[in-house]
């Protein structure tokens, strides 16, 4: 069993940076690929970011792809989403996802843990 908490959402301004977190406990979060996904009301969630078992590949959204930057610290059983240059479209709640399998991936339905979520806000 895994357990994940985001935070560091908020509102800021177009433009502006946030660095959102998710600390995972339980056991092998290190095995884990872990990925960021959004959702906004009315639509599905979307694919963000992922990132594999060890970190050496990353995959993102094209959405976000050059502005956001996803990384994991395994000893601090934790995985952050950098996010620069935001704009308004991409206010929405960001979840944290892990997957077993540890490679990483874009769908949505692999993931077999999802955080509660974190509200990020970008004003116009």
């Known amino acids: 069993q895994v357990q994940l908490v985001e935070s560091g959402g908020g509102l800021v301004q177009a433009g502006g940076s946030l660095r959102l977190s998710c600390a995972a406990s339980g056991r092998s979060f290190s095995n884990y690929a872990m990925g960021w996904f959004r959702q906004t009301p009315g639509k599905e969630r979307e694919f963000v970011a992922a990132i594999n078992w060890s970190g050496s590949s990353t995959y993102y959204a094209d959405s976000v792809k050059g502005r956001f930057t996803i990384s994991r610290d395994s000893a601090k059983n934790t995985v952050y989403l950098q996010m620069n240059s935001l704009k308004p479209e991409d206010t929405a709640v960001y979840s944290c996802?892990?997957?077993?399998?540890?490679?990483?991936?874009?769908?949505?339905?692999?993931?077999?843990?999802w955080g509660l979520g974190t509200q990020v806000t970008v004003s116009s």
């Open positions: 996802a892990a997957d077993y399998r540890g490679s990483g991936t874009r769908l949505r339905d692999v993931y077999d843990y």
